[in-house]
């Protein structure tokens, strides 16, 4: 499949948003730096649309792939580039729990593997790897969808699924049941992060768009509607509010969107003349993978060196996010240039990894085209 460049920016960008997030998470949690957490709060409402672009951009390729329908393809070798890496980093997390005498957690996580992340961050993969086992159906119901059935599909997850839990989240407690669905209502498939496979899929089937004009006015707004709505939330409860942030509400997915179309309209025809962005999108997943580890150790050492919990004002914060990313993408290329191990550790195989995203890719000359 063609690369693409509109696919290739939102996913580095995605990628250092979803590292940001979980950094800035315990700034965003303390109220006690109100500099630092105005300017977490304003970097967290950009990145939030990170990880519901990870979900779009899956379904969007995947199911316009005719392999997807293929179950001999999904088995050897869709789930097993999910599967392996995950279980790789989620062994490396118990055997390190291990090694500081924790043997008892190590194996009480070992235990919960199947429905419990040893890592917060890998949620994410939980939500994925059931989206990949469902997406041979998915393929083939999508493929003989008329617009309107698209358009009712998707209609089905923002009103009974987002729509819901944005209103839920903001009536007083005692009127939740009102606007709760039963139970047995049962379409809030992979906790509600289906839709956004599938919307993905949808929108990318779209080829008349909105004008830049007009998405680039939704992203602007939708982005000061969250940082405003977060500080007004947060400090009215005195406690960080992610009511208009979370990944179900209506707002984030009205930003995801907009966002797509927007990189769609700019970038969908540009071609990629370099090497640094085909190399950063080749190892996102890889990074995913590594940050958590990396934001823990980082976290260790500074608290070595600085003798403090975590970073105090925006500049320290900058250099905490800068070295980090920078340790994750280092980490991620150099392992993709192992033969014997890049496949545990990124999903890819060798030979995949030096067409763009390993050492050996981007040392090696470029090709020039016939």
């Given at each position: 499949?063609?690369?693409?460049?509109?696919y290739?920016?939102?996913?580095?960008?995605?990628?250092?948003?979803?590292i940001?997030?979980?950094?800035?998470?315990g700034?965003?949690?303390?109220?006690?730096?109100?500099?630092?957490?105005?300017?977490?709060?304003?970097?967290?409402c950009?990145?939030?649309?990170?990880?519901?672009?990870?979900?779009?951009?899956?379904g969007?390729?995947?199911?316009?792939?005719?392999?997807?329908?293929?179950?001999?393809?999904?088995?050897?070798?869709?789930?097993?580039?999910?599967?392996?890496?995950?279980?790789?980093?989620?062994?490396?997390?118990?055997?390190?729990?291990?090694?500081?005498n924790?043997?008892?957690?190590?194996?009480?996580?070992?235990?919960?593997?199947?429905?419990?992340?040893?890592?917060?961050?890998?949620w994410?993969?939980?939500?994925?790897?059931?989206?990949?086992?469902?997406?041979?159906?998915?393929?083939?119901?999508?493929?003989?969808?008329?617009?309107?059935?698209?358009?009712?599909?998707i209609?089905?997850?923002?009103?009974?699924?987002?729509?819901?839990?944005?209103?839920?989240?903001?009536?007083?407690?005692?009127?939740?049941?009102?606007?709760?669905?039963?139970?047995?209502?049962?379409?809030?498939?992979?906790?509600?992060?289906?839709?956004?496979?599938?919307?993905?899929?949808?929108?990318?089937?779209?080829?008349?768009?909105?004008?830049?004009?007009?998405l680039?006015?939704?992203?602007?707004?939708?982005?000061?509607?969250?940082?405003?709505?977060?500080?007004?939330?947060?400090?009215?409860?005195?406690?960080?509010?992610?009511?208009?942030?979370?990944?179900?509400?209506?707002?984030?997915?009205?930003?995801?969107?907009?966002?797509?179309?927007?990189?769609?309209?700019?970038?969908?025809?540009?071609?990629?003349?370099?090497?640094?962005?085909?190399?950063?999108?080749?190892?996102?997943?890889?990074?995913?993978?590594?940050?958590?580890?990396?934001?823990?150790?980082?976290?260790?050492?500074?608290?070595?060196?600085?003798?403090?919990?975590?970073?105090?004002?925006i500049?320290?914060?900058?250099?905490?996010?800068?070295?980090?990313?920078?340790?994750?993408?280092?980490?991620?290329?150099?392992?993709?240039?192992?033969?014997?191990?890049?496949?545990?550790?990124?999903?890819?195989?060798?030979?995949?990894?030096?067409?763009?995203?390993?050492?050996?890719?981007?040392?090696?000359?470029?090709?020039?085209?016939?």
């Amino acid at each position: 499949m063609k690369r693409r460049y509109d696919y290739d920016v939102l996913r580095v960008c995605s990628m250092f948003g979803v590292i940001y997030l979980h950094i800035a998470s315990g700034a965003l949690r303390s109220l006690n730096y109100p500099v630092l957490w105005n300017a977490s709060n304003i970097f967290a409402c950009i990145a939030t649309p990170a990880v519901p672009l990870f979900f779009m951009m899956s379904g969007a390729l995947l199911l316009q792939e005719e392999k997807t329908a293929d179950l001999k393809y999904l088995f050897q070798k869709r789930i097993p580039k999910v599967l392996v890496p995950l279980l790789t980093y989620s062994f490396l997390f118990l055997l390190y729990s291990a090694i500081r005498n924790n043997t008892a957690g190590a194996l009480e996580g070992l235990s919960r593997l199947l429905n419990t992340p040893v890592s917060v961050p890998y949620w994410f993969l939980y939500a994925l790897i059931p989206m990949y086992l469902l997406s041979p159906m998915l393929k083939k119901m999508c493929d003989g969808l008329s617009d309107a059935h698209w358009r009712y599909m998707i209609s089905l997850w923002i009103f009974l699924t987002l729509g819901l839990y944005t209103v839920r989240s903001f009536v007083p407690p005692q009127y939740e049941l009102i606007v709760t669905e039963h139970w047995t209502l049962n379409i809030n498939m992979v906790g509600g992060y289906l839709g956004y496979f599938l919307l993905g899929a949808y929108l990318e089937r779209w080829e008349t768009l909105p004008s830049r004009k007009t998405l680039a006015t939704v992203v602007g707004f939708m982005l000061l509607l969250s940082i405003v709505g977060t500080r007004w939330d947060t400090y009215t409860r005195m406690y960080y509010s992610d009511r208009f942030t979370n990944y179900l509400t209506c707002f984030t997915m009205v930003l995801a969107s907009a966002i797509f179309l927007l990189a769609k309209s700019c970038l969908r025809e540009k071609e990629e003349t370099g090497k640094i962005l085909p190399l950063l999108s080749g190892i996102s997943f890889a990074v995913y993978l590594i940050h958590p580890l990396a934001i823990g150790l980082g976290e260790k050492l500074w608290t070595y060196f600085t003798g403090t919990l975590g970073p105090g004002t925006i500049l320290q914060q900058a250099f905490f996010f800068l070295a980090v990313s920078l340790f994750c993408v280092l980490a991620a290329v150099i392992l993709a240039s192992i033969p014997g191990i890049c496949y545990l550790f990124t999903g890819q195989n060798y030979h995949s990894a030096s067409k763009s995203c390993n050492l050996k890719a981007l040392f090696s000359p470029r090709k020039k085209p016939r």
